[in-house]
């Protein structure tokens, strides 16, 4: 059997492909007779398989031309994984902790071949919504956004090995171009991809598409989004791209990755615990009311924010002589000025993390894909309080964002809504 | 003789490769006995032949691998034709009347062959200096700026053209390297390139190094300059790009074209208008006090931001419903959410451009490449004082420019220098 031309893998052909793929074959000591092959994809684009027998194991992940969780009528491209392989090993180059090694990969096939996360990894929402507490998952999230952030940025890089990238990525538009829709616009207009919990959050639903001010934020948002190649970013950073153990994060499905605003990534992965937050009251029973669970999402989303900062800019002070061009040493060596300029840039980038991060939140609960944590209260009326919550929240984060000082500030906000 | 490499030319070699080439010996009537060839470049780059006889005419502009006023010293790639002949073209497609018709393109000896613009067509940098009034140059830089940036932006464009164009221009990173590092660099540092008037201005160019705000200012801007791809800029629009005569205005030499922040080009047009005002009183004598021409240059700028401001907007409202991509008709399509989104749009456009002026104005008088508009005016001194008043102006312009509501604001800020 040949795979010179595409093809989407069932488990037969896949093990002929794996058979003619020695990177692949040779992790299962070239032994075919006792293999496991379990499809697992859960997420809402593509296909993957664990592949595993005594001698060793991989995750294989295929992209087919067209968007899983909607079908053949939502055409996808499939290069998206030529761009997943690519952000896969530079974020692994930058951040090998935190992000699962890619032990193969073929275009044509649009397939990655990487590191199977063993059990006990689990996605971290899942872990969110059953309650377990994860205690290096700040650390771990923080470190590994500011080394792929600041890295990929002008704070270390040269503007010629920046444009470079930054062309490169731009071939990643069919993934921008679906975040520009699900995340910016969508939610603000008529859609027949639209869904909320109805009716409770009908006028809900209604009041975000005739916000006038919530419409001119976004707008902002939006452009940035499409105009400001600042850092390779994941594109994804949600909590279903994470997968944990008690002491293991790792970073998962960056197809969505390309150069743009840092300050998605961070709001993706915030806005997605202040999400785990308000979901914890539909939760909570009598064996468990979830309120010490609550308090451990808040100081995670505190302590996220804190550790990034901190790590962030320690490495700027770090690489404050090296070639990064945004602030050359010759012009930007006194401390004065130092602590000048990083104190505006952090407070930006925490701006734009608060307005990405009020985005994403809104959109997964009046736009078309919507997170297991609120899908998972059974009780509609119980399930609307907490996304009303979330929402409302939301929509004055994304609106006044900027009246905001620190994190201390959100988590302060968070426990009036 | 073969042009299948690169190599420069000189009056003899021209003639050979005008033969070599259809469309330029058939602009020649195919005639080469009577030619007029004339190298007229008084640019800091390029070589610019003008190549005539009775039958027709045209100009040759031809890319060395260097800098020109400089020299050998400071290499420069020759593929700076190539997008100058792709911004030529574009513009040229979108403000037809503002930008020379190109004839010919040949990559491989980085030459264009391109409408001469015949007498009395001269630089407006030159009109400036003798002072002369070209009534019509507000309204056609307005049309010129408002036509190539609104419509190569995502006002107007979807964003796989944009991602698309944006890719390709990333190819001119030598050139935006340039500017990154005469316009937003050298003059905030010590620097072997960089003089001015000394030693009048020898304490206003150390404090321009010593300016903390100054340089906090400067580096946001020059990260909007590198990282924000909002509409295909000309990148070098000042008033030595310009040819005019009292009807007609054409714009040159777009070689710095890239996707880069609008307020760019607008700030570099009027940040030198407002140089050629502070220039004016180097200028008088007894025969001519200037002051009516000061007040022409004040109107001109004046009028240029408003009629761009109008021309702009309405090329927005025009195109609403079109296919651009940033304010989707369907969330965006009444009255009142569109006056508050083009408001916040061009006042944060107004206020780049102003960031943008100060910084090339200034850049103009400690950095590397000064202006006519100042080194004609021979006694030190006096120079000094002109160029000091504007150097004040442009360094109260970059750090308080939020501060500013509109034109006529800037206009009572000058005169008050
Ligand atoms: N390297 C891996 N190890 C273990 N499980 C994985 C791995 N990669 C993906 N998965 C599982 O497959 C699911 C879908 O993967 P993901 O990369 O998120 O695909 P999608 O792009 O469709 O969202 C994940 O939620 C996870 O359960
Ligand atoms: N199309 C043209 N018609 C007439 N003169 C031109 C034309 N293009 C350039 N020139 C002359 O050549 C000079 C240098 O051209 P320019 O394109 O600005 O080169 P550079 O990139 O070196 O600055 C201009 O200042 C102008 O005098
Ligand atoms: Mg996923
Ligand atoms: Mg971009
Ligand atoms: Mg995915
Ligand atoms: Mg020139
Ligand atoms: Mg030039």
Chains 1, 2 share one sequence.
Not at 104 to 121: A, V
Not at 208 to 235: M, T
Not at 341 to 362: C, N, P, R
Request: proline share 4%.
């Amino acid at each position: 059997m040949s795979f010179s031309e595409f093809r989407p893998l069932d488990d037969k052909t896949l093990i002929e492909y794996i058979k003619s793929v020695p990177a692949l074959s040779s992790k299962l000591g070239n032994n075919f007779d006792d293999l496991s092959i379990k499809e697992v994809g859960d997420g809402n684009l593509n296909f993957v398989y664990i592949v595993s027998n005594t001698a060793g194991s991989f995750v294989i992940k295929q992209a087919l031309p067209y968007v899983r969780c909607i079908g053949e009528s939502w055409p996808m491209t499939k290069e998206r994984a030529y761009f997943e392989s690519l952000a896969l090993k530079e974020e692994g180059r930058l951040s090998p902790e935190h992000v699962p090694e890619v032990y193969h990969f073929d275009r044509t096939m649009s397939l990655i071949g990487m590191r199977y996360l063993e059990p006990p990894h689990i996605i971290l929402r899942k872990g969110l919504v059953a309650g377990v507490e994860y205690p290096l998952l700040a650390q771990h999230i923080a470190d590994f956004m500011a080394n792929t952030l600041f890295f990929t940025s002008l704070l270390f890089r040269t503007t010629t090995e920046h444009k470079r990238d930054v062309a490169e990525f731009c071939g990643n538009v069919e993934l921008c171009r679906l975040t520009e829709q699900v995340v910016f616009s969508d939610p603000y207009k008529v859609s027949q991809y639209n869904r909320w919990t109805s009716p409770y959050l009908d006028r809900d639903a209604e009041a975000v598409r005739e916000d006038n001010l919530l419409k001119l934020e976004v707008a902002k948002l939006k452009s940035k989004f499409c105009e400001r190649a600042q850092a390779l970013i994941h594109g994804d950073l949600h909590t279903g791209s994470v997968m944990v153990t008690r002491e293991s994060t790792q970073v998962i499905d960056p197809e969505f990755a390309f150069y743009g605003p840092m300050g998605f990534d961070i709001g993706a992965f915030l806005g997605n615990l202040i999400l785990a937050f308000f979901a914890q009251d539909g939760h909570a029973n009598e064996a468990n009311d979830r309120k010490a669970y609550k308090e451990w999402i808040l100081k995670t989303i505190e302590d996220t924010w804190n550790l990034f900062h901190q790590k962030f800019t320690s490495l700027w002070d770090e690489h404050r002589n090296g070639a990064g061009e945004a602030y050359l040493p010759a012009i930007y060596n006194n401390p004065e000025v130092q602590l000048l300029v990083q104190k505006k840039y952090m407070t930006d980038l925490f701006h734009d993390s608060l307005g990405f991060g009020a985005a994403k939140m809104i959109r997964r609960i009046v736009g078309v894909a919507h997170v297991e944590d609120f899908e998972s209260i059974t009780d509609a009326g119980k399930k609307a309080t907490c996304e009303r919550r979330a929402l409302d929240l939301a929509k004055m984060l994304l609106k006044e964002r900027r009246k905001f000082e620190g994190i201390a500030e959100i988590i302060s906000a968070i426990r009036q809504y």
